[in-house]
Nanobody, 122 residues
Framework: QVQLVESGGGLVQAGGSLRLSCAASGIMFSINAVGWYRQAPGKQRELVAAISLGGVTNYADSVKGRFTISRDNAKNTLYLQMNSLKPEDTAVYYC????????????????WGQGTQVTVSS
């Protein structure tokens, strides 16, 4: 079974940094689309950062220049380095992976971790 486990969240002051990790089992980050999402209370879940199969990265405008997504294929782990954190970054952060369904052409399965809380104080 696919399992994604996030870690590294916590409480930090504005301007500080955190490094989130997502350890995966049952799915290979190296050959699948992966990314980070976040959700604040009462708000929709939004894409924060993603990395393609070829290693091309994409970021939400609100985090460009501050966050960096990366993966360690040997460890099958996804990372999100967050610098210059702002109170607006406060949310639960989720690891996401998407892969084709081998039984149905054109269908994809998505997997989510349990989330890790990031709180940035002003």
């Amino acid at each position: 079974q696919v399992q994604l486990v996030e870690s590294g969240g916590g409480l930090v002051q504005a301007g500080g940094s955190l490094r989130l990790s997502c350890a995966a089992s049952g799915i290979m980050f190296s050959i699948n689309a992966v990314g980070w999402y976040r959700q604040a209370p009462g708000k929709q879940r939004e894409l924060v950062a993603a990395i393609s199969l070829g290693g091309v990265t994409n970021y939400a405008d609100s985090v460009k220049g501050r966050f960096t997504i990366s993966r360690d294929n040997a460890k099958n782990t996804l990372y999100l380095q967050m610098n210059s954190l702002k109170p607006e970054d406060t949310a639960v952060y989720y690891c996401n992976a998407r892969r084709p369904n081998s039984a149905y052409v054109g269908q994809f399965n998505e997997y989510w971790g349990q989330g890790t809380q990031v709180t940035v104080s002003s």
